[in-house]
C-alpha cells in the first residue's frame, strides 16, 4: 500500500534540496509554461513549495500533507486537502493552476481535468509537468543493447494500470494512462491545449547522475498548458465530484 505523503515529508524536502533534475530540468519546463495572467493562481499538490516560489505573485497552494504545507507555508497561503477534490472553491475562483509532479499520482484524472475546469476562470489557465506516460507505463524500463545503445521498453503503455515505486523509506503509487487518453480527457473538460513540451535528462543532469548515461533521449518529463474553453456548451464532462 502507498505510503501518506506526511511520512515522505522529510524524504520529497531533500529530492526537492538535492536531485539536479529540478533545477536543471523540471524548472526550465515549469518557466516556459508559466501562465501569463498574474491574477490569483493555485498550486495543486504544492508540496515544500518550490512551485509556489517560482510562479510567485499571487499564489496559494494545496496538499494533502500538513507537514509540507508547514514548509509552503514560508512562501504563501496554504489549504489542505485531498485531490482531486475541490469542492472548497466557488466556481471560476482563480485565473490559473499549476501542478507539478502531481497528477501521475492521482487515480481520478478525469476528476482533476473537470474540477480544475470548474474552479478556472474561463481564458484562464491550467499548467502541468509530470513524469512522460512513455516513463510511468507499467513494466516500461532502459535496456541495454547489444551495441550498448541504452534503448526503452514500453511495457503496458496502451492501458491505464499502476505501479509502485520506492521513495525514501516507504512506497508512492504511480498513475499511468497514455498520453491519447491525458489529453482527450482534459479536452472533454474544456482544456485547450496550447503547448505542449516532451524532454529527457538534460545532458547537465546526467553529467551530475552518470547513472543515467545515456538515457537523454528517453522521454522523462511531459509539461503541458491549457487555456480554459470560453464556451461551456463545447464541455462533454461536468464535474464528477
Ligand atoms: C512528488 S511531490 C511534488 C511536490 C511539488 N509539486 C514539487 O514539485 O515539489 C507530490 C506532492 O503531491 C502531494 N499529493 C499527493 N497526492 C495528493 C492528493 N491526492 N491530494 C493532494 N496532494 C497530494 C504530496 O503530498 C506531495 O506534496
Known sequence: MASKWDDLAEWWAREVEQDPAYPLDVHPILRELMPRSDGLAMDLGCGEGQGMRLVGGDVFGCDVSLDLLRRA????????????????????????????YLLDLIRDHASFFAETARVVRPAGELVVVINHP???APGSCPMLDTDD????????????????EPAGDGVVEFFHRPMDELLTSAAAA?????????????????????????????????GVRWTRSEDSSQFTVDSPL
Open 73 to 100: 507555508n514560508a512562501g504563501g497561503t496554504v489549504v489542505q486537502s485531498e485531490l482531486p477534490d475541490l469542492r472548497w472553491l466557488r466556481d471560476k475562483a482563480l485565473d490559473a493552476a499549476i501542478s507539478v
Open 134 to 136: 512513455a516513463f510511468t
Open 149 to 164: 545503445e541504452i534503448l526503452w521498453r514500453w511495457g503496458a503503455y496502451f492501458s491505464e494500470g499502476s505501479s509502485t
Open 190 to 222: 474544456g482544456w485547450v491545449l496550447e503547448r505542449m513540451i516532451e524532454r529527457g535528462l538534460s545532458d547537465d543532469t546526467v553529467a551530475r547522475i552518470p547513472f543515467y548515461a545515456g538515457q537523454q533521449h528517453i522521454p522523462r518529463l511531459l
